[in-house]
């Protein structure tokens, strides 16, 4: 066991380490601020270095202390007539995304993934949301739609985070049911990763090495976000996921093109 520990750490570049450490601390404090967006980072990022699947494996281990951290407090505040309809469908769907996940060609895969950030960042930007929060059916369609994606590129947050946002309630209310949501996509998710196999023991240990910093990450957001600069914050977020997004579509398509 010790001999595969060193031989996996070996293998891994130190700037590959340094430059996802970076990108799973900052995901984890969007994650603690505002309820969501660990993901978003840390997989757009660690996909350029050792590609999407093992991405998508690392983010759903490295976020399971984070739920333990923000759910406790989410629970009080949530609305259960939203959570419980939106975790059932996520939990349907997830596996079909997931299959899509193993058989779509890795860079295609990338390609998606930038897209769909780019285009949800606009939409939030914008301030997009469903008419009176789009009641039980509202939150079954978008719990279906995020758990499928959550399965395929791990970000259902988005969707989920457009919900969340739609419905009326005072900040801390709306943050509890973002927070709720996307830790049921963490969870559905957990099942189908390991049957297809992603969860192999360099994952495992990427991941291990990669937890401290997102919880330490997701401490200091949940502390922001009680210091009521939710606001300033949002405006950041966007702009440093739009960033990404598109440098990751901008590299992954040049890599296609070229390939």
């Given at each position: ?217 997701t401490w200091l957001g949940s502390r922001y976000f009680a210091t ?24 992954s398509t040049k890599d296609y093109v070229t390939g």
């Open positions: 066991m010790i001999d595969f520990l060193a031989d996996a750490v070996a293998a891994t570049e130190l700037w590959h380490l340094v430059v996802a450490g970076i990108a799973t601390f900052v995901g984890g404090f969007m994650r603690g601020f505002v309820g969501f967006g660990g993901a978003l980072i840390s997989i757009l990022v660690v996909s350029l270095l050792i590609g999407p699947r093992a991405a998508v494996a690392i983010a759903a281990i490295s976020g399971i202390p984070a739920m333990f951290q923000l759910l406790p407090a989410a629970i009080k505040r949530s609305e259960r007539q939203f959570v419980i309809p939106f975790g059932l469908a996520t939990l349907l769907s997830a596996p079909l995304g997931t299959m899509v996940l193993i058989s779509l060609d890795q860079v295609v895969m990338k390609m998606a993934i930038a897209t769909f950030v780019l285009l949800m960042v606009v939409n939030l930007w914008r301030g997009w949301s469903l008419s009176a929060g789009g009641g039980t059916t509202g939150s079954v369609a978008a719990g279906a739609i995020s758990g499928f994606i959550q399965g395929a590129g791990g970000i259902g947050g988005p969707p989920a985070v457009t919900m969340a946002l739609s419905r009326p309630g005072t900040p801390q209310t709306q943050r509890a049911n973002t927070i709720g949501a996307v830790s049921g996509l963490n969870i559905c998710a957990l099942g189908p990763l390991w049957y297809f196999g992603l969860f192999t023991p360099q994952v495992i240990l990427f991941a291990c090495l990669m937890t401290p910093t997102y919880s330490v990450g009521g600069g939710q606001e300033h914050f949002r405006s950041s977020a966007l702009i440093l996921l739009a960033i990404i997004g598109a440098v990751t579509l901008a590299i």
